[in-house]
């Protein structure tokens, strides 16, 4: 009776009206979806994998040859590259690890009962609201030599944070870190709010202590929570642009992201460009494809 219920529609309704069946208003909702997918998203995809074993230039007017895995020998054999990975790998490591660390923390401590609770919360969200465009330039402020009130406060003097060689990729990270860490928050907070609350009962009987119970029943049972969490957060930071590129021109803090875009748009490799496209794809693929997995085994647990 409830399957006749959900697959035919009211005769008295608009729709059977008009002589839709459900059949067809179901088609009406998800057609114009799938062709949207198709249009901005697939076919792009398909079509630059054709550019990616060509030589072609947007620049200029000359047919693509095509050079079949070349762009990616030469990819794969470049030390320039290969080293803007290893940028990108570090500034995955810190910031997702800030982001874990500093929102989980956050979590730990609005998961009680304290005053405007609901308040405090939203203004924790705010930061991950804001476009990456005002954030890079909020912070470039901040971290400026002459007015910028990091170095005020950190007693610093005219410390340039952004200027600097091996601190500038941390600075992006901590503002990455400031900007996302409230999306950890809230996971972590849907998380220990799904903690059952006799299990800490229990523990109290038994005389637990608070790290007995962090380790043995909190941690445990927020960890698929994180993992999801370091799933979403290391797939966007390996797509960082935008803050990088705002914040600061120093080559040790050139990601791959802002590498492809200078390969594409200022050395008009479109070709290539296409090429180190997909591998950084297959990467990013492969890497949550072991988060994936370590997250089935935590949740067998």
Same mark, same amino acid.
């Given at each position: 009776?409830?399957t006749?219920?959900i697959?035919?529609?009211?005769?008295?309704s #608009?729709?059977?009206?008009?002589?839709l069946?459900d059949?067809?208003? #179901?088609n $009406?909702?998800?057609?114009?979806t799938v *062709?949207? *997918? %198709?249009?901005?998203?697939?076919?792009?995809?398909?079509?630059? &994998?054709?550019?990616?074993?060509?030589d072609?230039?947007?620049?200029?007017?000359?047919?693509? @040859?095509f050079?079949?895995?070349?762009?990616?020998?030469?990819? &794969?054999?470049?030390?320039?590259?290969? @080293?803007?990975?290893? %940028?990108?790998?570090?500034y995955?490591?810190?910031?997702?690890a800030?982001?874990?660390?500093?929102?989980?923390?956050?979590?730990? =401590?609005?998961n009680?009962?304290?005053?405007?609770?609901? !308040?405090?919360?939203t203004?924790l969200l *705010?930061?991950?609201? /804001?476009?990456?465009?005002?954030?890079?330039l909020?912070?470039? &402020? /901040?971290?400026?030599?002459?007015?910028?009130?990091? @170095?005020?406060?950190?007693g =610093?003097?005219n410390?340039?944070?952004?200027?600097?060689?091996?601190?500038?990729?941390?600075?992006?990270? $901590?503002?990455d870190?400031?900007?996302?860490?409230?999306?950890?928050?809230? /996971?972590? *907070?849907?998380?220990?709010?799904a903690?059952?609350?006799?299990?800490y009962?229990?523990?109290? %009987?038994?005389?637990?202590?608070?790290?007995?119970?962090?380790? #043995?029943?909190?941690l445990? =049972?927020?960890a698929p929570? !994180?993992?999801?969490a370091?799933i979403?957060?290391?797939?966007?930071?390996?797509?960082?642009?935008? &803050?990088?590129?705002i914040?600061t021109?120093?080559?040790?803090?050139? =990601?791959?992201? %802002?590498? !492809?875009?200078?390969?594409a748009?200022q050395?008009?490799?479109?070709?290539?460009?296409?090429? !180190?496209?997909?591998i950084?794809?297959?990467?990013? $693929?492969?890497?949550?494809?072991?988060?994936?997995?370590?997250?089935?085994?935590?949740?067998?647990?």
């Amino acid at each position: 009776m409830a399957t006749t219920m959900i697959t035919t529609l009211d005769r008295s309704s #608009r729709a059977a009206a008009r002589g839709l069946s459900d059949i067809s208003i #179901r088609n $009406l909702f998800i057609i114009p979806t799938v *062709l949207f *997918l %198709i249009v901005f998203n697939i076919f792009p995809l398909i079509y630059s &994998l054709g550019y990616s074993f060509t030589d072609f230039r947007a620049s200029t007017n000359a047919p693509a @040859n095509f050079v079949g895995l070349q762009n990616y020998r030469d990819l &794969l054999n470049d030390p320039f590259v290969w @080293n803007n990975f290893a %940028i990108t790998a570090k500034y995955v490591i810190v910031s997702v690890a800030g982001q874990l660390f500093v929102g989980f923390g956050v979590a730990m =401590l609005l998961n009680r009962d304290i005053p405007l609770k609901g !308040l405090l919360t939203t203004l924790l969200l *705010l930061p991950m609201m /804001l476009s990456m465009a005002v954030v890079g330039l909020f912070w470039k &402020l /901040l971290y400026d030599p002459s007015w910028g009130v990091i @170095n005020y406060f950190l007693g =610093l003097g005219n410390f340039e944070w952004l200027a600097d060689p091996k601190m500038a990729l941390y600075a992006v990270a $901590l503002t990455d870190i400031w900007m996302w860490s409230p999306f950890v928050m809230l /996971l972590s *907070l849907a998380g220990l709010s799904a903690v059952p609350k006799h299990l800490y009962e229990a523990a109290a %009987i038994d005389r637990a202590g608070p790290f007995y119970t962090f380790f #043995r029943i909190t941690l445990p =049972l927020v960890a698929p929570i !994180l993992m999801i969490a370091v799933i979403f957060r290391t797939m966007e930071a390996f797509k960082t642009f935008d &803050l990088a590129y705002i914040l600061t021109s120093q080559p040790t803090a050139e =990601l791959i992201s %802002i590498r !492809l875009y200078k390969m594409a748009f200022q050395e008009w490799q479109t070709g290539r460009s296409c090429a !180190l496209a997909y591998i950084v794809l297959i990467m990013v $693929l492969a890497i949550t494809n072991i988060y994936v997995k370590y997250l089935n085994k935590v949740k067998e647990r």
